[in-house]
Structures are given as C-alpha cells and as structure tokens.
C-alpha cells in the first residue's frame, strides 16, 4: 500500500512513524499546508516526500489528520478518487463529518477517532508507538466499502489498536464527556488562575494537581475551537451536568455539610476502580 497523510502533527507524525514499520506499506508520503511543519517532517524523516494536497488522490490510502473542520473541506475535494482508494479520518468528532461526506465517496470514507494523543502539536511532537494499545472507534462502518473496510481494519490491527465499533451519535456524545468536557474545563480553570493570580506566584505554587488538571489547556485552540463547534449540542450538555455537580459539591461547603462532602469525594473516587 502507498500511503498519504494529510496533517503533519501529533497525530499524523506520530500515524507515520508507526506505519514505517510495517511490511504491507511500501511508501509514505506527507501534505500539509504549514510549510514549517513540511521542512521538519522530511526533516525528522516522518514521511518520504512532502505532496500537494491535489496529489494525494493517486494514494491507496488517505489519512485525514488534521481539524474537524479541514476534514470536511478535504472530503469535498477528494471526489476524484478511485472506487479502491480507502480515505480514513482521525477526527474526535464523526457526526458532523460523516453528514457532510459527499454521497459519491461515501464508501470509500472510514470514519475513525484514535483516543489517543498528547497535549503537544506539530511535528515535532510525533511520538513512535503512540496508537499502540490503544482504542480506535470506528463510525458507521457498514456504510463504508468492503474493500475500505478490510484495508481500516487491517491499518489499525497492525498499528496494535483495539477496534470499537458505534455509531457516530453515540461516539460524539461519549466524547463529549470523556474528552471534549475536560479540555473545557482545563481552558476554564487555566483562566480562573490567570486572572486571579501573578505569574510568580503561580510558577511558585503550581503543584502536580493543578499542573495535571491545566494540561490540556496547552492543546492546540484551533483545533478544539473546531470541536466544540461541531459537538457543541453534546458539549453543552456535559457542561451543564458538570456546573450541576460543582454547585451541589459548593452547597455542601457552604452549609458545613462535610459528611456530605465526603461522600461526594468517596463517589468521584470510585472512578479510579474503572481507570486501574
């Protein structure tokens, strides 16, 4: 297979590193509109050859890894493709992108969301190993080909990924709560902070919780601008549930309710028997 990857960042670099390994794959070309993030990609030697995006139609395989947004501009200009050529996007939203696919390539789209990543961007972010042991979920697969669903299943088994199948509705609204709902709240705690205390004394005073709890507000703002946008019915409503449960949690303080407050920290705390 001759693969191209649209988006040379933490997800496409680190997609090249670990297809290089692989012995079906025979080339591994890049696309990227930053023409910093091509020069370090031959650079730290991620991909073969930096192509046109006009170009990567003629690929066997078609990686989307870049925002939510550019996925669906990038699927309106890919009609051109052949009826073998298998195009998998690795957005964190699927709904919105599996809507707006053109009718005529609908088979040849996998629709899939790696939960994987770091807080980093770019290239030279890229981790070797990062899909390793990880899930995959794959969206409404059986309205993509037979042929795109073989060559997906078998990128991802061999990539050392653990395949879930849903379909797009439930996949966003999970992702809603998993993922999307923290990075707001990190955005949100990251500002508190800001606003409410100096630069020296937060370098002073940050310890490890609040290091890991404002983590994800270094994640790239477009990016997530462009989540929240097209998950913001789910988004909002995992907000809201959130607020529900920081207002009850602050109504116990308030009232001196402290058996109350721990029985709220002793729910939170059964979380960790699911995460071991």
């Known amino acids: 297979m001759n693969i191209a990857i649209v988006g040379l960042g933490l997800m496409g670099g680190s997609?090249?590193?670990s297809l290089k390994k692989l012995d079906f794959i025979s080339?591994?070309?890049g696309s990227d509109h930053n023409n910093e993030h091509q020069r370090l990609a031959l650079e730290l030697g991620l991909v073969s050859e930096i192509v046109k995006f006009e170009e990567v139609y003629k690929y066997d395989v078609i990686f989307l890894a870049i925002?939510?947004?550019g996925i669906i501009s990038a699927l309106e200009k890919l009609q051109n493709v052949s009826s073998h050529t298998t195009i998998i996007d690795l957005g964190s939203t699927k709904s919105k992108i599996i809507a707006s696919t053109p009718k005529s390539i609908r088979q040849n789209f996998i629709a899939a969301h790696p939960m994987?990543?770091?807080e980093y961007y770019g290239p030279t972010a890229a981790i070797e190993g990062l899909y390793e042991d990880q899930v995959v979920v794959l969206c409404d697969l059986e309205d993509s080909g037979e042929i795109q669903r073989e060559v997906s299943k078998k990128i991802f088994k061999a990539l050392g990924m653990k395949k879930y199948f849903m379909r797009a509705n439930e996949h966003d609204r999970h992702a809603a709560f998993i993922s999307h709902m923290p990075h707001a709240i990190s955005y949100s705690l990251a500002n508190t902070v800001m606003k409410q205390e100096?630069?020296?004394n937060i370098l002073a005073l940050a310890a490890g919780g609040f290091r890991s709890m404002s983590r994800l507000a270094k994640s790239s703002p477009n990016m997530?601008?462009?989540?929240?946008?097209q998950n913001k019915t789910n988004l909002l409503e995992a907000i809201e549930l959130f607020e529900g449960e920081l207002k009850m949690l602050k109504h116990s303080i308030e009232k001196d309710?402290?058996?109350q407050v721990n029985k709220t920290?002793?729910?939170g705390y059964k979380l960790h028997d699911i995460l071991k």
């Open 224 to 229: 997530w601008e462009d989540i929240f946008r």
């Open 198 to 200: 100096k630069k020296n």
């Open 15 to 17: 997609l090249a590193l």
């Open 257 to 259: 309710e402290w058996s």
């Open 67 to 69: 925002p939510v947004d």
């Open 116 to 118: 994987t990543g770091t």
């Open 27 to 29: 080339k591994i070309v």
């Open 265 to 267: 920290m002793q729910d």
